[in-house]
């Protein structure tokens, strides 16, 4: 029944014009404004033609897992670049972090960075074995 559809993801945060400069400006994606008042929203496109649907909520609770992931070939200048940017990556106590904030495991991802933008909502970048 959905094996064609064209789904999407999307979450929530609670200042659309914050999330459009984390996610355009210092994420680099390409971001548009969609709809009108009262319901402004944003479309985040990814390198994949993926899209998130990312809309204002007044009631905006962040996330408290994950709910983007961005795969990448090399972590450790992921990470050198998102700190660059001025991206400051959580440690979360129940992960083994290095002194460059990655876990970097033996079973499942070879390593991952977590991050949140403005709103709290979780994201990571990760390298895959």
């Known amino acids: 029944m959905f094996g064609q559809s064209q789904a999407y993801s ?3 945060v609670d200042d659309l014009g914050a999330a459009r400069r984390f996610y355009g400006e210092t994420l680099g994606l390409e971001v548009e404004e969609a709809g009108q ?14 899209r998130v649907f990312v809309y204002a909520k007044a009631t905006h609770a962040p996330a408290t897992f994950t709910v983007l992931n961005f795969p990448v070939d090399d972590i450790d200048a992921a990470v050198a670049e998102l700190e ?3 991206v400051t990556l959580e440690r979360y106590p129940e992960f083994g972090h290095d002194e460059k ?14 991050f949140t933008d403005p709103a709290g909502n979780v994201l990571s970048v990760i390298q895959e074995n």
Do not use: C, D, Q
């Open 101 to 114: 904030g990655v876990v970097r495991g033996e079973e499942g991802p070879a390593a991952i960075a977590w």
């Open 84 to 86: 660059r940017r001025g």
């Open 37 to 50: 008042a009262p319901m402004e929203t944003l479309v985040v496109k990814l390198g994949s033609g993926a």
């Open 10 to 12: 999307g979450f929530s």
